[in-house]
């Protein structure tokens, strides 16, 4: 089975903060990505990347970085947190792009700026 | 891609087949219809996906209507453990798997 791992299920940040989400799948998926998911907005995808060193921007990237320095991490980076980050933070990865194969999820990270 | 609706929330007797509705009338030719649900505190799974012909797997059936505007999810037989959010969305083949989700159908299924 694939596994999308992401490093937390919970966490409490400061603003201000330096917050490093971090995300690893072990099944060699060229696609990764990183959604926010808010009550009556569904989910919005904030960065994804379609191959090492390769990112481009979703929807809503505004105080958002990512970076993908090995094929099976993709991390989220909030390089100043705010009280408008707090959210449920999803990855999720797929084959790639040819084959239109489905997105796996990891389990979410519940992200508290206080 | 293509914009997709589907109802609010449903519910469904245990035991029962839940048949969810979505419209998607201004989907492409190159667009699948992917059916995923989010249960409770999870990410959200995938169920089954299709272009033109109705599909059928070990979770679901997908019945997409000849002119594509249109699919219905259908589980056959509903248990208290598919009560989740059901997103239905249209993807392009051709673009980086870029998967736009809704508010989608909450399915209650009730004992």
């Known amino acids: 089975d694939v596994k999308v791992t992401q490093s937390s299920r919970y966490l409490v940040k400061r603003t201000g903060e330096k917050v490093f989400l971090e995300c690893v799948q072990d099944?060699?998926?060229?696609?990764m990505f990183w959604y926010r998911q808010d009550p009556g907005l569904g989910l919005r995808l904030i960065y994804f990347?379609?191959?090492?060193?390769?990112?481009e921007k979703g929807d809503i990237p505004e105080g958002y970085s990512v970076s993908r320095e090995k094929k099976e991490r993709f991390s989220l980076i909030l390089e100043s947190a705010s009280t408008n980050q707090t959210s449920m933070y999803l990855c999720?990865?797929?084959?790639?792009?040819?084959?239109?194969?489905?997105?796996?999820f990891g389990q979410g990270t519940r992200l508290t700026v206080v | 891609d293509a914009k997709t609706t589907q109802p609010p929330s449903m519910d469904c007797a245990e035991g029962r087949a839940a048949n969810l509705p979505c419209n998607h009338s201004?989907?492409?030719?190159?667009?699948?219809v992917y059916w995923y649900r989010q249960i409770h505190s999870q990410g959200p799974q995938y169920i089954i996906h299709?272009?033109?012909n109705n599909e059928t797997n070990e979770m679901a059936s997908l019945i997409i209507t000849e002119d594509r505007k249109s699919s219905t999810l259908i589980l056959p037989h509903a248990t208290l453990r598919d009560t989740a959010v059901y997103y239905c969305?249209?993807?392009?083949?051709?673009?980086?798997?870029?998967?736009?989700f809704g508010s989608g159908t909450k399915l209650n299924v009730k004992p």
């Open positions: 969305i249209a993807s392009p083949s051709y673009n980086f798997n870029k998967f736009y």
């Open positions: 990347s379609y191959d090492v060193k390769m990112k």
């Open positions: 299709g272009l033109k």
């Open positions: 999720a990865s797929s084959l790639d792009s040819v084959r239109n194969t489905e997105a796996f």
């Open positions: 099944m060699d998926h060229e696609n």
């Open positions: 201004t989907i492409s030719g190159n667009e699948y």
